[in-house]
């Protein structure tokens, strides 16, 4: 399992889906899931910008790995968002079948995130809704990535801010230079 983490509007989705495509591995979108799984009070909660309750969002995860790892390795996008909740992947990714293998940690500045984040125009893509995002990230991303630093799971970093096509040639060589063969 590669992980695909960074702040809204970082260039995450798009950057999972193009390794995936390269790689044949299955690209599973975290936020995706959770929009076509989700309804009611809880979809509101999270197109308000709100993290979800993990337990939630893991069972629905591991769900969805356990039905696409048999068959092929993962491009997870968008998930871990917490220590807490990376902490429980490194055990539901080899409980699973396919162990982390390296983070991809895509950096963005705020305000060029926030002006793609603006154009994409989702329901959840609303001023107060991207500063909640933007506040989390800040909070959280450091320790998280120390989380698997302290596991010994390679951290690639890459600059989201570069064209589509530069920003995957730096992840495929981070991921190269890293040892995981993709």
């Known amino acids: 399992m590669i992980i695909v983490v960074g702040v809204a509007g970082s260039g995450k989705s798009t950057q999972s889906k193009l390794l995936a495509e ?4 299955c690209w ?4 995706q899931l959770l929009r076509n799984r989700l309804s009611g009070d809880v979809r509101e909660e999270m197109n308000s910008g709100k993290l979800l309750d993990d337990a939630m969002v893991e069972n629905i995860l591991m769900q969805e790995l356990t039905s696409v790892v048999p068959s092929c390795k993962v491009v997870l996008d968008g998930f ?3 220590v807490v909740q990376a902490a429980w ?3 539901a990714a080899k409980e699973a079948g396919d162990p982390i293998e390296a983070i991809v940690h895509i950096s963005a500045h705020e305000n060029v995130v926030l002006e793609r984040l603006l154009q994409r125009g989702r329901p959840d893509d609303k001023p107060d809704a991207i500063n909640e995002r933007f506040l989390e990230y800040e909070k959280d991303i450091k320790p ?3 989380l698997f630093a302290t596991k010994a799971v390679p951290i690639i970093e890459v600059n989201g801010e570069q064209i589509p096509s530069a920003v995957q040639a730096e992840i ?7 040892g995981v063969t993709i």
Do not use: E, N, V
């Not at 495929?172 to 890293?178: E, F, T």
């Open 28 to 31: 599973i979108s975290m936020g």
């Open 89 to 91: 992947l490194l055990g």
């Open 172 to 178: 495929r060589l981070g991921l190269k230079d890293a």
């Open 144 to 146: 998280l990535l120390q």
């Open 22 to 25: 390269a790689t044949g591995w």
């Open 80 to 82: 871990p968002r917490r």
